[in-house]
């Protein structure tokens, strides 16, 4: 019997296969119209890959919606533990991919290092799944025009990128403002940040680390190039490396850029 790959091998065959793409539309207003039904089996299903952190937001966002979270994954089986609670119920998954064959999955919410958005949101599209992802989109360009390819032919599937900028009202209001000409003629624009206010543009770690027993490493890596384990990487200053994170210009360009982007179409 041949075994079953592991998740590193599967990715990289998958991306190889242009099994890569799509920009997200889950609108979140389309699973509260249809959670807000009075029967309870008309609730849509969610499940969540990355269960901590921003994960952990979202499965209580969706459940205040009246939506029902039945599945949850991470790699980390401790984080999985503290973001399942009080969802004790939803089934538990250490891979991705075994949370995409339940069947009662109706949408998934993708909250997990920008190297791997891809890698979960295109096969759940293709599942005929709603997705949606967090910001950034994806890990490349090429991701995310594959990944916008994969949604358009699946045009009833909603789809959406988290930016919770672009929904703020501070936002919407600087976008009419500057489109009302109230401000004059935009000429040039400055954008700026404080970020990056973790480690960053520095050498992989020259000494390894015992790898937690709570954690799956071969999984976590995705289709990252393999390395040994270190403390710097999880759970939360892997944004520091270009092979998992996007940088200071993936985690707050795409907040900050958007208004003056938006408001004066450039397309």
Not at 97 to 103: A, P, V
Not at 135 to 151: C, D, F, Q, W
Not at 206 to 213: E, F, H, L, Q, R
Request: aromatic residues 8%; proline residues 6%.
């Amino acid at each position: 019997m041949q075994s079953k790959p592991s998740r590193r091998q599967f990715v990289q065959s998958t991306a190889g296969a242009a099994f890569v793409g799509g920009i997200v539309n889950f609108a979140w207003g389309g699973i509260q119209d249809k959670a807000e039904s009075t029967s309870p089996g008309e609730k849509v299903h969610v499940g969540v890959i990355g269960a901590n952190g921003q994960g952990r937001a979202n499965i209580e966002r969706v459940s205040d919606a009246g939506a029902n979270v039945v599945a949850l994954c991470d790699v980390d089986e401790a984080r999985l533990a503290s973001g399942s609670k009080g969802f004790e119920k939803a089934k538990q998954y250490n891979d991705f991919r075994k949370l995409l064959e339940q069947k009662d999955v109706d949408a998934v919410i993708v909250a997990i290092p920008d190297d791997m958005h891809a890698f979960a949101s295109i096969p759940a599209m293709q599942l005929g799944k709603h997705v949606y992802c967090e910001k950034p989109l994806t890990h490349s360009i090429y991701e995310a025009r594959r990944m916008a390819e994969v949604a358009k032919q699946n045009p009833k599937l909603m789809t959406q990128m988290g930016h919770s900028g672009h929904a703020s009202e501070g936002t919407r209001l600087t976008v009419e403002m500057v489109r009302s000409g109230l401000i004059g003629e935009i000429t040039e624009v400055h954008t700026w940040t404080d970020r990056p206010i973790w480690p960053q543009g520095i050498e992989r770690p020259a000494k390894s680390d015992p790898i937690p027993k709570n954690l799956n490493w071969d999984l976590w890596l995705g289709p990252a190039p393999e390395r040994p384990f270190n403390n710097a990487y999880h759970p939360f200053k892997w944004r520091g490396w270009c092979d998992f994170g996007t940088g200071a210009l993936g985690d707050m360009g795409c907040h900050i850029i958007d208004a003056s982007y938006w408001a004066l179409n450039l397309g």
